[in-house]
């Protein structure tokens, strides 16, 4: 049953997607709210210590807005706890009338043993949204346990991977109506140090893949980017519309280990309950992506797995990596409601499935996980929230910690 029903809702982005740009772009930009009825933590922090408690903070009085938080929780992969601190930080480069906000976050992480990471993702929005310009940085020092390809293995026939990882990835888009992008990007991908914590066990013969399972790959090329975003605000998405299309060619003379080419296509649709309250969160979230390797020698370590998509959001509920094949289909839906009419707690409910090819046909076997969460509004200026989330599925179940929205 409960395959049943996540599969049903997960199903509803699909058919949501296609309406008129009237149906999907507020009649006013929301991001120019008046947001002086709202409360955050900023809000209390400054009654609480008498910092000019009495004056609003409105849109207009800045540009920059700052969330952080520090935290200890659960890494996914099997590592154990880590330190983790987030900071989310949203600028606007131009007019907020028409220009989006642009965001940097930073999350670093250490569990006090062999695990760290320092990634950085940036999302630029230049004056009046000509041009944007999308970044992922990353160093990470990540063992993490796999499952082999497909979806056949049982919970237990795992094994750790210790290795490093060093990945570069910039794209250009220039706006070529409203709405719609489109450009190049440079993506590198660089895993070394590969090898299973266990000495007795051959990663080549326990994957049963015999690329990048042994040593290192290294992963260099060029994508042709399409983007349409009708959202304002990537942080907490409003409603609008969201699909992105990645080809990604990585050829041997720019330094890939062997040639390869994968396809990656993320659509996204938000639908408010109550358009005519902008300042009340009353939200359905659908997300739908499929990501497909179209080349037989493509490193293990770059193949399509649960949880790898662009920001590691994906499959809330599943172990990250537990699901990996050389195509992914992931489905993903969400209620997202205010609790407080101030918007300083809200909460969500979600459910997702995923496919993956590898062992038998791709939509011969899902794999559900559902959960809920607690929002508290850190900054109402970027519209950031904290999410505490719980979600779980067969034999695994997690806790999760994050400034903005998953999707």
């Given amino acids: 049953m409960l395959k049943i029903v996540t599969f049903l809702l997960c199903l509803l982005p699909l058919s949501l997607f296609a309406q008129n740009a009237s149906t999907i772009i507020p009649e006013n930009n929301t991001s120019t ?80 043993h062999s695990r760290f990471g320092l990634p950085l993702r940036t999302s630029i929005w230049f004056p009046n949204n000509e041009w944007t310009i999308q970044g992922d940085t990353r160093f990470l020092v990540y063992p993490q346990f796999t499952w082999g390809l497909g979806s056949n293995n049982n919970n237990d026939d795992k094994t750790l991977v210790n290795y490093r990882y060093i990945r570069f990835y910039q794209s250009a888009l220039k706006r070529i109506k409203p709405y719609l ?29 015999a690329y990048g399972t042994n040593g290192s790959s290294f992963s260099s090329g060029i994508s042709l980017n399409i983007l349409y975003d009708t959202r304002n605000n990537s942080i907490n998405p409003l409603p609008g519309a969201y699909a992105n299309v990645v080809y990604r060619i990585n050829p041997t003379f720019m330094g890939s280990s062997d040639s390869w080419n994968s396809i990656y296509i993320d659509v996204r649709k938000y639908i408010s309950l109550n358009p005519g309250k902008p300042n009340q969160q009353n939200t359905l ?123």
């Fill in 285 to 407: 979230a659908f997300w739908s992506y499929l990501w497909k390797t179209l080349s037989d020698k493509t490193p293990y370590l770059d193949l399509p797995s649960i949880g790898w998509d662009p920001n590691n959001r994906s499959g809330r509920g599943i172990d990250q990596n537990r699901y990996r094949g050389r195509t992914l289909f992931y489905l993903e839906s969400e209620y997202r409601r205010d609790i407080t009419e101030n918007g300083l707690l809200g909460f969500v409910v979600f459910a997702n499935a995923n496919t993956v090819s590898g062992s038998g046909t791709l939509f011969s076997s899902w794999h559900p996980a559902a959960g809920t969460g607690l929002r508290i509004k850190f900054n109402k200026g970027s519209n950031t929230n904290i999410g505490i989330d719980y979600a779980g599925s067969k034999g695994y179940s997690s806790v999760l910690f994050s400034l903005g929205e998953a999707f």
């Fill in 181 to 209: 992008y489109a450009g190049i990007g440079y993506n590198l991908d660089w895993h070394f140090n590969v090898n299973s914590d266990d000495p007795a066990v051959d990663l080549p013969t326990f994957t049963k893949y």
């Fill in 33 to 112: 709210q008046d947001t002086s009825k709202q409360t955050d933590l900023i809000d209390i922090a400054k009654s609480l210590f008498k910092i000019n408690p009495d004056k609003p903070r409105r849109p207009s009085d800045k540009k920059v807005y700052f969330s952080i938080l520090p935290i200890g929780a659960n890494v996914p992969g099997g590592s154990g706890k880590a330190l983790i601190t987030s900071t989310t930080a949203g600028i606007y480069l131009g007019p907020r009338a028409t220009t989006n906000i642009s965001s940097a976050t930073f999350t670093p992480y250490w569990n006090l």
